[in-house]
């Protein structure tokens, strides 16, 4: 019998959750949403992310952070590790960016390393 799996995260900044998802590709709903997974089971979440015959992701604040929620074993095309993986990376990306760009920073280049790893270069004129 599956059952829904949560994954806390440090992700605490809706806007910023549902940019990361757009620029990983997704569709994401916001909202009073329903999270159903096998046998009719069902869960409150605010984030749904819906995938091609498969189950759905959803996100659901819990404190002061959003948890991934999900009946991975219905899930089809997408891994746990690998989604939250990116996720984390693109919503660090994102945040980062926010954060230089309000302190006066502009991205001069940004480079994306056999890794996985990005470098980003900035500038600030004083």
Do not use: N
């Not at 693109?90 to 470098?119: C, D, H, M, N, P």
Request: charged share 25%.
């Amino acid at each position: 019998m599956s059952h829904f799996s949560r994954i806390k995260t440090q992700l605490a900044d809706k806007d910023l959750l549902i940019q990361a998802l757009k620029a990983l590709g997704f569709t994401p709903e916001e909202g009073d949403l329903l999270l159903h997974g096998f046998g009719g089971q069902h869960t409150p979440v605010e984030i749904l992310v819906k995938l091609p015959q498969s189950f759905p992701i959803g996100f659901r604040k819990s404190g002061d952070f959003f948890e991934i929620i999900a009946d991975w074993s219905g899930v089809r095309g997408v891994q746990a590790k690998e989604f939250t993986q990116s996720l984390l990376q693109r919503y660090a990306y994102l945040a980062t960016r926010q954060k230089l760009e309000a302190q006066g920073f502009t991205l001069v280049e940004e480079q994306i390393a056999s890794t996985g790893e990005i470098r980003l270069l900035l500038r600030r004129m004083v």
